[in-house]
């Protein structure tokens, strides 16, 4: 393909913004169609499709598409995508799918508060489904005073102030219920005679049985449905539809567009046509490093190894184009990134969201010290990775799952910027989560990523592989 030749992008039923995209219309084509029935000859030469996730995607769809190779799903549900297309290996397929769940979260708050079933301390309230949609409310839920939350998932992820329950248990026992599975399975309401339930979906209709969830309300068993969805046609005056209010919130566009920018970065990049590498540097070894002391949002100077190290990741990246320097605002790593820039030539920006996870009451301890006063805690996080997603430092620290939140939308919104090759100087943690997001990983897949004060990982968007290089 011709490198400076616009990569054509075909959106079919999606409403993409291109003052939204501004930081990648210089380099594409869009055009746009309603439905695949629009799809035509004309549209053979298209690279890439933007396909809303409200209409079905087959090979059928795209047998006019000779050239397509790159497949962005618009929306956070899967379920409209056949399985010749899923697995089909001539096909990158992309998800946008992590753009909302901090506004889900909250409408799902605003739902609970406003039904006239919440007592703080008092309510029993279910989840179906424990990513990050569910997580975060019931972070909300426990900020508000509830003493503890009741879930189901695919496995007991053995988590404070929450108790497992089967399905069936939540929908018998609860006084609200919640379904924010991101799984397309049908929930079965069989059974559930509850009325004092209020059942609120923060999916798609297809989750229940419009039927079974009808006969339901009709004959008393449940007391309310709300669900953020378009309305679906139910006898009982029960239930109400908000028309996916939280996942078009004016954060919620923004976050997906994005997204979609830094796919396209992707795209480019795969076909060679704006080749970009991140680097990410762990700040050089600190007094407290060498001590085995906890620093976290604490801060100590550089060793004379640590300066010894920024000057070796400086030299190794003067081999480098590169276009960009970003750093934690914390002292150790703006440091390493001075001595990065009076080599590169390239003055380093201050990033407040890459500064180092909060280990809270860690923090300023010995290594030895912490692991006997916080022995419990440490174990649970190295014997489970949800609990060490999920649960933050004791003593006002953060999870890794905060630190998750933190990040992600200012991150990607500088990814979905770049034009040229970029280097983060951070810390351990805060670098996992960087190079999780730029992989397109879930949470969970981030937080095992090591990395240690002498080695820069090198992240290549065109195929999203690392490199790590090493300065002894």
Request: hydrophobic share 35%; glycine share 8%; charged share 25%.
């Amino acid at each position: 393909m011709n490198r400076s030749e616009k990569m054509k992008i075909l959106s079919v039923g999606c409403n993409v913004d291109n003052e939204l995209l501004s930081q990648v219309m210089p380099y594409i084509e869009l055009i746009r169609v309603k439905d695949a029935a629009e799809i035509n000859e004309s549209h053979e030469d298209v690279r890439a499709v933007i396909w809303s996730n409200a209409q079905s995607l087959g090979a059928g769809e795209l047998q006019r598409l000779s050239n397509l190779r790159y497949i962005v799903n618009w929306g956070t549900s899967r379920v409209n995508i056949a399985h010749d297309v899923m697995y089909d290996k001539k096909y990158d397929l992309m998800f946008i799918d992590d753009y909302c769940w901090r506004s889900v979260a909250d409408f799902a708050m605003k739902l609970i508060s406003d039904s006239g079933r919440y007592e703080a301390g008092k309510t029993k309230v279910g989840i179906i489904g424990l990513g990050k949609v569910g997580f975060s409310l019931a972070q909300l839920l426990l900020s508000k005073g509830t003493e503890r939350i009741y879930y189901t998932a695919t496995q007991d992820k053995e988590l404070e102030n929450m108790i497992f329950m089967t399905q069936k248990q939540l929908l018998s026992e609860c006084d609200i219920v919640v379904a924010a599975t991101s799984s397309p399975k049908r929930i079965s309401l069989a059974g559930v005679d509850n009325p004092r339930l209020t059942l609120i979906n923060l999916c798609w209709n297809s989750l229940f049985s419009a039927a079974e969830l009808d006969k339901l309300l009709l004959e008393g068993k449940i007391g309310n449905f709300l669900s953020d969805t378009e309305p679906i046609q139910l006898k009982s005056g029960k239930a109400k539809f908000f028309g996916h209010i939280a996942y078009r919130s004016p954060e919620s566009i923004r976050n997906k567009h994005n997204k979609l920018a830094y796919l396209v970065k992707i795209m480019l990049a795969r076909d060679g046509k704006l080749p970009i590498n991140l680097y990410f540097l762990r700040h050089g070894e600190t007094e407290k490093n060498k001590k085995g002391i906890y620093q976290g949002r604490e801060d100590s100077p550089l060793t004379e190894l640590g300066r010894k190290q920024a000057g070796r990741s400086a030299g190794f990246l003067t081999t480098r184009p590169i276009k960009y320097v970003f750093t934690s605002p914390l002292g150790r790593a703006k440091s390493t990134a001075d001595i990065l820039s009076s080599s590169l030539g390239v003055k380093p920006e201050v990033c407040d969201f890459l500064a180092e996870q909060n280990f809270g009451a860690l923090q300023g301890m010995k290594k030895t010290a912490a692991g006997h006063k916080y022995e419990n805690f440490l174990t649970r996080r190295k014997a489970s990775a949800w609990y060490k997603l999920y649960t933050p430092y004791p003593g006002g620290g953060e999870s890794y799952f905060d630190v998750y939140n933190r990040v992600h939308d200012p991150y990607v919104e500088l990814l979905a910027g770049l034009d040229g090759d970029a280097v983060f100087v951070g810390h351990e943690s805060v670098n996992r989560i960087l190079r999780g997001i730029s992989k397109c990983r879930e949470p969970l897949g981030m937080i095992m990523d090591r990395q240690d004060n002498d080695q820069i990982v090198e992240l290549k968007l065109a195929d999203l592989s690392e490199k790590v290089h090493r300065f002894d």
